[in-house]
């Protein structure tokens, strides 16, 4: 049995189809990144996996179990941060963590949890005194007080500065190297990419990749390509004299040619050369996670955008 299972999960507000028939299973141990742009449904999927929302359609098992149905169980065995965390503002991170102890009628070592969220300097703090980066964590503390099989953590790090989301990154790998599997929503795609074993990017209530990090850019990134800086006729000039495919960005002055063979770099520049005209930096690159998230959530840019030289060619984004 796999700790979480969902399967054609529908929900619609009114006539919104919030989230439209999506699937995923996470293994044990596993962090699970739900990425999308705002409004995408990754929210109301977590609500519904915590038993806090009722679907429209589908199945979803959480260890094994409804959670709309057997809600009760279900909320002994996971852990959650929701989305706009807060809490009694004059309540430290120690008496928060003994409240929750005490709601749930668990035994914890408040101590122990305060070390595996790093906030072991600030437990008599007042939580209206702590800092965003130690509010997050002590929200982590409270998730933990159960000492839950499945965490949902719904952007943890929203609005941290650098150094306050690696130390929730370190937490969230702790948790998860002592068997601790993780359903993370973040708008940070590197984060994504450092914490995930698998992701889903949810656009308009839909799944539309799922996978590795790595199979998601192999499949759906352009591969290796060179790109120079210079003008639309320059990557006219490319194209009427190589066999290349070339395409041109307007806006970023970038004349682009994917690499089928790294050779093809050569001709490429050897014909830039030949050409006489002026051109600037070159580079080669390849899709990052945001180039793929960004072709598969957002609308075509249209005729001002990145034009293919070739006509009719035009790139798939
Ligand atoms: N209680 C509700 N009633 C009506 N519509 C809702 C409700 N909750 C969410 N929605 C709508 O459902 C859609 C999905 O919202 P959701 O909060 O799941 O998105 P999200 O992916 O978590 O976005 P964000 O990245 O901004 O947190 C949005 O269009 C939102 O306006
Ligand atoms: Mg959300």
Redesign the pocket.
């Known amino acids: 049995m796999l700790p979480i299972e969902v399967s054609d999960l529908k929900k619609n507000?009114g006539s919104?189809k919030?989230v439209d028939g999506i699937s995923f299973s996470v293994k044990q141990g596993e962090v699970f990144g739900l990425l999308?742009p705002?409004?995408?449904?990754?929210?109301?999927t977590i609500e519904i996996m915590e038993g806090l929302r009722e679907r429209d359609g589908g199945d979803v098992k959480i260890l094994g179990l409804d959670p709309w149905k057997n809600g009760y169980d279900v909320h002994k065995k996971i852990g959650v941060i929701p989305?706009e965390f807060t809490f009694i503002e004059k309540t430290t991170p120690r008496e928060a963590i003994l409240y929750y102890a005490d709601l749930f009628n668990v035994k914890c070592d408040p101590d122990q949890i305060l070390k595996d969220v790093l906030l072991d300097e600030k437990t008599k703090t007042y939580f209206e005194d702590l800092s965003g980066g130690q509010k997050r964590k002590t929200g982590l503390a409270l998730s933990l007080v159960n000492n839950p099989e499945i965490l949902f953590l719904d952007?943890p790090t929203t609005g941290l500065d650098p150094n306050a989301r690696r130390a929730i990154w370190e937490v969230i790998r702790n948790l998860k190297a002592k068997g601790k599997t993780i359903i993370l929503t973040t708008?940070y795609l590197d984060e994504a990419q450092q914490l995930s074993d698998h992701v889903a990017i949810?656009d308009h209530g839909r799944i539309v990749a799922i996978g590795t990090v790595d199979e998601i850019i192999h499949q759906y990134g352009s591969g290796e390509r060179l790109e120079i800086q210079g003008t639309e006729k320059l990557a006219e000039y490319i194209k009427a004299n190589t066999e290349l495919e070339v395409s041109y960005d307007h806006t970023r002055r970038t004349i682009t040619i994917p690499l089928k063979k790294r050779i093809d770099a050569l001709a490429a520049l050897a014909a830039a050369e030949q050409s006489g005209m002026e051109w600037g930096e070159i580079q080669t690159r390849e899709d990052s996670l945001d180039d793929v998230f960004i072709k598969l959530v957002s609308e075509p840019l249209g005729e001002q955008g990145e034009t293919a030289i070739d006509s009719g060619k035009k790139r798939r984004r």
């Open positions: 507000y919104l919030a999308g705002n409004g995408a449904g990754k929210t109301t989305q952007e708008h949810m």
